[in-house]
């Protein structure tokens, strides 16, 4: 069974910086797309980041030039590392995979979330 496990979530002051951490776990052959996508109270679910198993990688615009998403291909782990930090970051993360495992074939695969409150 495919378990996606966040973690470095928490609460900074404006400005401040936090890395997320989500490692991937189960019989999984192969991992295509990692993400990380945000929900704030009262919104829908957005994408935050994306790295492809190649590296390629895209970002929401507002977060372009604040956060860097990474991942280590070894681990099965991507990360999220961001920087200057805004109130509106504010948002319960969740990391997302799309990878092949087992006899479940390619499918997606999501985290249960960790949150992020930027507040002074």
């Known amino acids: 069974q495919v378990q996606l496990v966040e973690s470095g979530g928490g609460l900074v002051q404006p400005g401040g910086s936090l890395r997320l951490s989500c490692a991937a776990s189960g019989s999984i052959f192969s991992i295509y797309a990692m993400a990380w996508y945000r929900q704030a109270p009262g919104k829908q679910r957005e994408l935050v980041a994306a790295i492809t198993s190649g590296g390629f990688t895209n970002y929401a615009d507002s977060v372009k030039g604040r956060f860097t998403i990474s991942r280590d291909n070894a681990k099965n782990t991507v990360y999220l590392q961001m920087n200057s930090l805004k109130p509106e970051d504010t948002a319960v993360y969740y990391c997302?995979?799309?990878?092949?495992?087992?006899?479940?074939?390619?499918?997606?695969?999501w985290g249960q979330g960790t949150q992020v409150t930027v507040s002074s």
């Open positions: 997302n995979a799309d990878l092949w495992a087992g006899r479940q074939g390619r499918k997606d695969y």
